[in-house]
């Protein structure tokens, strides 16, 4: 039996409330790795070109903590 047929047969035991993970799993080990390192470069040219003069502020831990109310 190939890796694929056990595959295939294992699926009809997995129950159905777990299959999001198998589907998940699957598209992931499946998915197009030049588009994923495209999709990336485009977020940092995105960022990179954006006009708000704010992108580039840091805050400390604490700050964020008592502007968020977790002081």
């Not at 390192?37 to 485009?42: G, Q, T, Y």
């Not at 006009?51 to 008592?66: H, Q, R, T, W």
């Amino acid at each position: 039996m190939s890796n694929r047929e056990r595959i295939i047969e294992l699926l009809d035991n997995v129950p159905e409330y777990k299959m999001g993970y198998v589907l998940a799993y699957v598209q992931g080990i499946t998915a197009d790795e030049e588009a994923d390192d495209a999709f990336c470069e485009r977020m940092i040219e995105n960022y990179e070109n954006d006009p708000d003069p704010e992108k580039d502020e840091s805050y400390s831990l604490e700050e964020c903590k008592k502007a968020w109310g977790l002081d």
